[in-house]
């Protein structure tokens, strides 16, 4: 397949840099302010290298890439959250030319999921978004082979960076302002940490299986969640979970038409108590009971194997 990579970050030069070792070129790469293009392939290693010493991919316009020539179109810019832009132009403009889209962004089907499976509708080319919710772990496409209507309930841990400080807090007895700088250097969390620990990250991703377990009958959004954050939690209170063989977790769980994501009491030992940035989601299905899917949820290979992976299942477009 012949890919074209919106987004120069972590995920989209992830993409970039593996898509070789899965058969694929890459013909076209976007950052928010140029591009590369080549229809017989670009050379990766030195448009990431002009990205880092340059900070520019190419000296293309980013909308060269949109009309280059190219069979997927894996959309990995910043999620933004209302319109979902430009996330949501990007994966018009690729439907509309009958390109397949592969999403790492969660914005679109997060926040305008109807309209982009209408979109999808009316192209003859695919929708697929596994890296959206959890990275590496293949919790879509488990959803997918069951099939959405077999599964009851989603539940599970799916933002590293509330999960990380939770478990530094925990286990060290150290306050929030501490671990949070402590993740801070460690890369695991943003300079801007807010989306990550109000609950945000995590309640777009519960709204995108909302969605998918929906199977079409509702749309949800972000506006459909009950969220709650970590910020507000002592140290006091995780001192008392541990004398009580508990723990906290920001969890997030999609039941009866309710999404919610707020931190939880667990036990210490529970399959819902992952340490460090690892996560975890449990399926509850009609007929095989509790299914628990974990791994790396973030990181630029982990999430680019799922994107590839998904290119990996979509038809060849005719010539």
């Keep these: 397949m012949r890919l074209a990579i919106a987004g ?10 593996l898509a070789g070792e899965y058969g694929h070129t890459v013909t076209a790469i976007t950052d928010s ?6 229809p017989d392939g670009l050379d990766v290693d030195a448009v990431l290298e002009r990205k880092n010493t340059e900070g520019i991919v190419g000296t293309a316009d980013p909308v060269d890439a949109l009309d280059a020539d190219y069979d997927v179109l894996v959309e990995a810019t910043p999620t933004t959250l209302g319109d979902a832009q430009p996330g949501f132009g990007h994966v018009t403009v690729a439907l509309e030319r009958d390109r397949h889209v592969v999403l790492a962004n969660k914005g679109p089907v997060a926040e305008r999921y109807g309209e982009v499976m209408a979109l999808a509708e009316e192209s003859a080319g695919e929708v697929r978004f596994e890296a959206t919710v959890g990275g590496a772990i293949p919790v879509l496409s488990t959803i997918e082979n069951y099939g959405p209507g077999t599964i009851t309930a989603a539940r599970g841990v799916l933002n590293g960076t509330a999960n990380f400080i939770l478990s530094r807090m925990a286990g060290e007895g150290l306050d929030y302002e501490h671990v949070l700088a402590e993740a801070q250097d460690l890369g695991v969390a943003e300079a801007d940490p807010a989306f990550d620990v ?3 990250d995590a309640a777009l991703k519960f709204v995108i299986l909302a969605n998918v377990l929906a199977a079409g009958d509702r749309e ?14 002592p140290p006091s209170a995780l001192e008392l979970a541990r004398e009580d063989g508990r723990t906290i977790r920001l969890i997030g769980e999609v039941s009866g038409g309710e999404i919610r994501v707020g931190p939880r009491l667990v036990s210490e030992q529970a399959d819902l108590a992952p340490s460090g940035t690892r996560n975890i989601v449990q399926l509850e299905t009609e007929n095989a009971g509790r299914l628990n899917l974990s791994g790396r949820g973030a990181g630029g290979p982990e999430t680019a194997t799922a994107v590839l992976s998904d290119v990996t299942q979509l038809a060849p477009r005719a010539p």
């Design 220 to 233: 949800y959004t972000l506006d459909d969640a009950t969220v709650e954050g970590i910020e507000a939690i």
């Design 198 to 200: 109000e609950g945000t």
């Design 33 to 38: 302010t140029s591009a590369a293009t080549d």
């Design 8 to 17: 120069a970050g972590a995920v989209g030069s992830s993409v970039a840099e």
